[in-house]
């Protein structure tokens, strides 16, 4: 008797293996690497909320990383350091087509994009006492200037809006700090001027401006024109104008709102993810928009029917697309 027992009993056991999987169909956890940027600007703020909300909505790990931004992040995943990235959608682009040969000596395409989260704009922070004599980007020339971090999409912007006004490195004293150095420079009394583009407010320039006069330096429509005009990829525009107010920065006056260039923050991923694993990410980013919105302010701004407006002929992650598609959008 007590041998009969002892075979149903290895009997129920081995038929509980089976219906469990064995312990084998465990699913493995899932630890993502996330590229943003400094931690004083709006991609490392920004993503670690997002990191929080996500990880709570999918079960996965977001390990979220200070970088140097868009330029080291691209390379970061096609390095293997990262699995997923914020980015700006002009340096993705130029990325992946090849249209920065300094940046990106060959193209990268090891990653795709799951979304466009909310708009960013080139900012231009000048110190107050400079207001009589810096009007326009043509008059930094002989100042100290910060372009941003090396490798960053703020650096990439910084150039080219310097050169479309004339001003070649040379002609200024350039370093390459990122948003919170700048503004501990600045208030030191070692930097005249420093560019950062990312979502408005950043909470670099919220708090400088609290600690000296400063002021935003507005473009002049002609250079915008020609600058979104010369930068196009075929047909489409990467840039468009934006304007920063004084519900974003208590230096700008409310009724003198400036107008510069945007560009839009997007998040990319590594092509070795899997589809199930980008799709459920995706789900998890849209239906908790809400959540993140009061997470951080530039959250506000997100929308799933920009989701990928303007990211040009860089393809969506097939998980990405495939939510896309089942919330009635064309992804064709």
Request: charged letters at 15%; glycine letters at 10%.
């Amino acid at each position: 008797m007590k041998k009969l027992f002892a075979i149903l009993m290895a009997a129920m056991m081995l038929l509980c293996c089976v219906a469990c999987g064995g312990g084998n169909d465990t699913p493995t956890p899932v630890s993502l690497t996330v590229g943003t940027g400094g931690t004083a600007g709006t991609y490392y703020a920004y993503t670690n909320a997002v990191g929080m909300i996500l990880g709570e909505a999918t079960g996965y790990s977001y390990n979220v990383i200070s970088t140097g931004g868009s330029v080291a992040n691209i390379n970061g995943i096609e390095d293997g350091d990262y699995n997923m990235a914020i980015v700006q959608n002009d340096t993705m682009i130029k990325a992946y087509n090849k249209l920065d040969d300094f940046n990106f000596p060959t193209a990268i395409t090891s990653f795709s994009v799951l979304g466009e989260v909310y708009s960013e704009v080139m900012q231009i922070v000048v110190r107050g006492d400079l207001k009589d004599t810096v009007k326009t980007l043509a008059d930094v020339k002989g100042l100290r200037v910060s372009i941003g971090d090396a490798g960053s999409g703020t650096e990439a912007n910084a150039k080219a809006l310097l050169a479309a006004y004339g001003v070649s490195l040379d002609d200024i004293t350039a370093q390459n700090l990122s948003a919170g150095s700048s503004a501990d420079a600045m208030k030191d009394g070692k930097l005249d001027v420093f560019f950062f583009t990312s979502g408005a407010p950043t909470t670099a320039i919220t708090e400088l401006q609290t600690a000296m006069s400063i002021y935003l330096l507005g473009l002049d429509d002609a250079v915008m024109d020609a600058f979104i005009a010369d930068n196009k990829v075929g047909d489409y525009a990467v840039y468009a104008k934006m304007a920063v107010t004084h519900d974003q920065y208590d230096c700008i006056p409310a009724d003198a709102p400036i107008t510069t260039i945007g560009v839009t923050a997007t998040y990319i991923v590594s092509n070795s993810l899997s589809e199930d694993q980008v799709y459920n990410m995706t789900k998890a980013l849209w239906e908790n928009k809400d959540e993140i919105a009061k997470a951080h302010a530039v959250g506000s701004g997100m929308d799933i029917n920009n989701a990928f407006v303007t990211i040009g002929n860089v393809p969506l992650h097939a998980g990405a697309a495939r939510y896309y598609t089942e919330m009635g959008l064309s992804v064709g």
